[in-house]
């Protein structure tokens, strides 16, 4: 499985960004999929996640309300739109795919990962 994430860039605060994230080698759609971060000098973080249908998401507390995941299996793409960015948003994404069948936050529990875009949002 190759994930490949896309679309970051630089934003002002209050901005709007939409990261994709598409699979190929491997369809993904009885997989959860899942966004991480990583800021410059911190350890990389649980953003988002979703179940294989799409019917379920959790995010973290730092995103609610203003990131929405979701996805597109007939494409193999999973979605991360951030609305009302903030400069501590800045970071390197990450999408990633796991071989179980539940939601988890944890980074261990993901077994594939993409390349990482980064989000730059200025103040």
């Known amino acids: 499985v190759q994930l490949q994430a896309f679309g970051g860039g630089l934003v002002q605060a209050g901005g709007s960004l939409r990261l994709s994230c598409a699979a190929s080698?491997?369809?993904?759609?009885?997989?959860?999929m899942a966004w991480f971060r990583q800021a410059p000098g911190k350890e990389r973080e649980f953003v988002a996640a979703?179940?294989?249908?799409?019917?379920?998401?959790t995010y973290a507390d730092s995103v609610k309300g203003r990131f929405t995941i979701s996805r597109d299996n007939a494409q193999s793409t999973v979605y991360l739109q951030m609305n009302s960015l903030k400069p501590e948003d800045t970071a390197v994404y990450y999408c990633?795919?796991?071989?179980?069948?539940?939601?988890?936050?944890?980074?261990?529990?993901?077994?594939?990962w993409g390349q990482g875009t980064l989000v730059t949002v200025s103040s």
């Open positions: 080698g491997r369809t993904l759609s009885k997989q959860p």
């Open positions: 990633a795919a796991t071989s179980g069948r539940i939601i988890l936050t944890i980074e261990g529990a993901y077994d594939y």
């Open positions: 979703v179940s294989s249908s799409g019917g379920s998401t």
